[in-house]
């Protein structure tokens, strides 16, 4: 079946450090590949997206990239801010009308000044 | 900008009681899905449902689970006699339909429900 396998957490960063939160997957189609975000005491929120291969998905700075030939999507901001402390989820969703989301487990991110 | 909302955001109960949690999508989704995560834990897929039917269920989704689609705007999720493993947030979601938007099956999160058995 499907699964994302992200890495561990905590992650603790000092203000403007570059993150990389690494992300591989394994499906059985071609899916979509996405980032949630969960801010704390919050729900999920949708941070970026890509549908296909090669393609980016970016969003307040964070970006990623569908890379099929690795079965990755790499989670990155040039310069974090306090603000970005959180839990991060990988996850993707095959193509289709109703087919569920599969999370990783998520990596807590800690952005300290 | 349309959003998901559910009701209500904390629901405690004692063991055994039953719970029904309540969401109502996006008003043009038709399909719909709940989730649930344990504190701490990753976020897990429990049911999606699709013209009045579930379409998938996982192998939480036990008898003790069930879903409706009451009216044209509400999907709820009765537990019917909880048990303290339940103690979890729940999530729901929504999604238009695939085909003539290129696919878009991107889901929409509600804020969830926190249920804390007793």
């Known amino acids: 079946g499907d699964s994302v396998t992200q890495m561990e957490g905590p992650v603790t960063l000092s203000e403007e450090a570059f993150l990389t939160i690494n992300c591989t997957y394994t499906?059985?189609?071609?899916?979509?590949l996405f980032w949630y975000v969960q801010y704390p005491g919050e729900g999920l929120q949708l941070l970026l997206k890509?549908?296909?291969?090669?393609d980016k998905g970016s969003n307040k700075g964070f970006e990623a990239t569908y890379r099929k030939e690795t079965t990755s999507f790499h989670l990155e901001k040039g310069s974090v801010q306090v603000s970005d402390s959180a839990v991060y989820f990988c996850a993707l969703s095959e193509t289709g009308g109703y087919q569920k989301v599969t999370f990783g487990t998520g990596t807590k991110l800690q952005v300290i000044p | 900008e349309p959003e998901v909302t559910q009701t209500p955001s904390h629901q405690v109960t004692q063991m055994g009681q039953e719970v029904i949690l309540r969401c109502v999508p996006i008003?043009?989704?038709?399909?719909f899905y709940w989730y649930r995560q344990i504190l701490g834990q990753k976020v897990e897929f429990l049911v999606s449902f699709y013209n009045n039917e579930i379409s998938e269920k996982s192998e939480i989704f036990d008898d003790q689970f069930s879903v409706e689609r009451p009216d044209g705007s509400n999907f709820t999720l009765k537990i019917r006699s909880t048990k303290l493993e339940d103690s979890a947030m729940y999530f729901c979601?929504?999604?238009?339909?695939?085909?003539?938007?290129?696919?878009?099956?991107?889901?929409?999160f509600g804020p969830g429900t926190r249920l804390t058995v007793l």
């Open positions: 499906a059985t189609g071609y899916p979509s």
């Open positions: 008003s043009n989704h038709l399909y």
């Open positions: 979601a929504s999604s238009e339909l695939g085909s003539g938007t290129g696919g878009n099956n991107e889901q929409f």
């Open positions: 890509a549908t296909k291969a090669d």
